[in-house]
C-alpha cells in the first residue's frame, strides 16, 4: 500500500515538471582570464525554432548550418550584454544543436574595472510567458542569480567585482 500512494504522489508531482521547454531558459556569464568572459544560452530546440521562425521568416533555413547562422544573428541582435551605456560585442558563438540546444560565446571582452554590467536577453521576449535564468559568476566573487520576463523586460544590473 505504501509502494501504491508513494507512485500515485510521485505521478502527480510529475505531471507539473516541463523538462526543457521552451518557454525557459538558462543564461550563464561566467568570468574566464584576462577581462574576458563566456556566455551560454540553454533552452530547448524549439524555443529557437520558434524565433528563427519568427524573425528569419523571408529567409527559411533549409540546412542545420543555415538555422546555426540565424540563431547566432538573431542572439548578436537580440542578447545584450551593456557597459556604462556601451554594447560589448558576443563576438564568435558555437551552436550545439540538441532537444536542449545551446550557444557559447566565448570571447566576450569586458572592459577591466567595470563594476556591474546590464544584460537584456530580448532573444526570447517573442515567447509568451517565457523566463529566463541569468548565473553570473565573476572570479573570486560568489555567483550571483537574477529571474528575466516581462514584468522587467527581461533585464538585470548584475555586480561583477
Same mark, same amino acid.
Given at each position: 500500500? !505504501? %509502494?501504491? /500512494?508513494?507512485?500515485? *504522489? &510521485?505521478?502527480?508531482? #510529475?505531471? =507539473?515538471? +516541463?523538462?526543457?521547454?521552451?518557454? @525557459? #531558459?538558462?543564461?550563464?556569464?561566467?568570468?574566464?582570464? =584576462?577581462?574576458?568572459?563566456?556566455?551560454? /544560452?540553454?533552452?530547448?530546440?524549439?524555443?529557437?525554432? !520558434?524565433?528563427?521562425?519568427?524573425?528569419?521568416?523571408?529567409?527559411? @533555413?533549409?540546412?542545420?548550418?543555415?538555422?546555426?547562422?540565424? &540563431?547566432?544573428?538573431?542572439?548578436? %541582435?537580440?542578447?545584450?550584454?551593456?557597459?556604462?551605456?556601451? $554594447?560589448?560585442?558576443?563576438? %564568435?558563438?558555437? &551552436?550545439?544543436?540538441?532537444?536542449?540546444?545551446?550557444?557559447?560565446?566565448?570571447?566576450? !571582452? /569586458?572592459?577591466?574595472?567595470?563594476? *556591474?554590467?546590464?544584460?537584456? =536577453?530580448?532573444? $526570447?521576449?517573442?515567447?509568451?510567458?517565457?523566463?529566463? %535564468?541569468?548565473? &553570473? *559568476?565573476? =572570479?573570486?566573487?560568489?555567483?550571483? #542569480?537574477? /529571474?528575466?520576463?516581462?514584468?522587467?523586460?527581461?533585464?538585470?544590473?548584475?555586480?561583477? +567585482?
Amino acid at each position: 500500500m !505504501k %509502494k501504491f /500512494i508513494l507512485f500515485i *504522489a &510521485v505521478f502527480w508531482l #510529475s505531471l =507539473n515538471v +516541463q523538462a526543457h521547454g521552451f518557454d @525557459y #531558459s538558462v543564461v550563464t556569464f561566467t568570468e574566464q582570464d =584576462n577581462n574576458t568572459w563566456s556566455l551560454q /544560452i540553454k533552452s530547448s530546440l524549439d524555443a529557437f525554432r !520558434k524565433e528563427v521562425k519568427m524573425h528569419f521568416s523571408d529567409t527559411p @533555413y533549409t540546412t542545420p548550418e543555415e538555422f546555426n547562422q540565424q &540563431v547566432l544573428a538573431h542572439l548578436n %541582435k537580440t542578447l545584450q550584454v551593456t557597459v556604462k551605456g556601451n $554594447v560589448i560585442s558576443l563576438g %564568435k558563438g558555437t &551552436v550545439y544543436l540538441g532537444h536542449e540546444t545551446s550557444v557559447l560565446f566565448t570571447e566576450v !571582452k /569586458i572592459p577591466a574595472n567595470t563594476a *556591474a554590467v546590464k544584460v537584456v =536577453n530580448g532573444a $526570447v521576449k517573442d515567447i509568451y510567458r517565457h523566463t529566463t %535564468k541569468l548565473f &553570473v *559568476a565573476p =572570479n573570486g566573487v560568489p555567483k550571483s #542569480s537574477y /529571474i528575466l520576463n516581462q514584468s522587467n523586460h527581461f533585464t538585470a544590473e548584475c555586480k561583477v +567585482q
